[in-house]
């Protein structure tokens, strides 16, 4: 975490327009549980960004590394039990990012991640109409990249994952026909999918999948089952 505060104060001390792997390197603090000190210093870039997009002209950039700074804002506060602080946080991100062209693949993901937690606090609080709404947002925009772009695998993956998400609910909601289709569905996607990248990175896709595919079978298996599923 000492790596990180340096950036931080380097950052703040130039107003320089930090990167993604500047941005990267704070949210360490919070991979590491120390929500606290990632809050904290997530607030600070905020706030930046914010004063320079008040002084400049807007850029894609600029509103892209607010949009995760904001998104994991939204992580912290949920994990520290806060989860007005959290919806509010993933609301923001969304409403940035959707001023974005969504065709990089980092924007799709933060947008698509965020709705999708917006949409999973939604379901807790028992609002299944909204969870679906935002879960169907979600994978709209996935699937609008997997067919306006090259296919990453990763992306693949996500539209299964949202699949399942809106498949979830229709069973809560008693859709069961739905249901079933939308685990169907992200059981072929899952299946034809192709992992060619480098061996690390496959391996880590491939277990992702086996786990998703698992998740599937098991839904398809146990029609009762409507525990919500985490979001990616």
């Known amino acids: 975490m000492r ?24 949210v360490q603090a919070f991979q590491a549980q ?10 600070l870039c905020a706030e930046d960004i914010r004063e320079q997009l008040g002084r400049i ?18 992580d912290c506060c949920q994990v ?6 959290a919806a509010k946080y993933y609301s923001e991100s969304v409403e940035i990012l959707y001023k974005l062209s969504v065709d990089d693949p980092e924007v799709v993901h933060t ?16 609002d299944l109409s909204a969870a679906k709404s935002h879960y169907s947002q979600a994978l709209d925009i996935r699937r609008k990249a997997i ?5 990453l695998s990763s992306q693949v993956l996500d539209v299964a994952v949202s699949l399942a998400k809106v498949a979830d609910v229709n069973r809560g909601q008693g859709n069961e026909e739905a249901a079933v289709e939308g685990f169907q569905e992200a059981v ?7 992992l060619s990248l480098q061996p690390n990175e496959e391996s880590s896709l491939e277990k992702r999948r086996r786990s ?16 919500p599923i985490a979001a990616t």
């Open 57 to 74: 002209e807007s850029t894609p950039e600029l509103c892209s590394q607010l949009g995760v700074i904001l998104g994991v804002l939204g």
């Open 3 to 26: 790596p990180c505060s340096s950036k931080l104060l380097l950052y703040r001390t130039s107003l320089t327009i930090p990167d993604m792997s500047e941005i990267r390197c704070h």
């Open 80 to 85: 520290m039990g806060d989860v007005g602080g």
């Open 212 to 227: 998703v595919l698992g998740f599937l079978h098991g839904q398809l298996k146990e029609s009762q089952d409507t525990a």
């Open 34 to 43: 120390n929500f606290e000190s990632a809050k904290s210093r997530l607030t």
């Open 111 to 126: 947008l698509s991640v965020s709705l999708n937690k917006i949409g999973d606090l939604k379901y807790y609080e028992g």
């Open 147 to 151: 067919n306006d772009s090259k296919k």
């Open 188 to 194: 072929k996607i899952l299946e034809c999918l192709n």
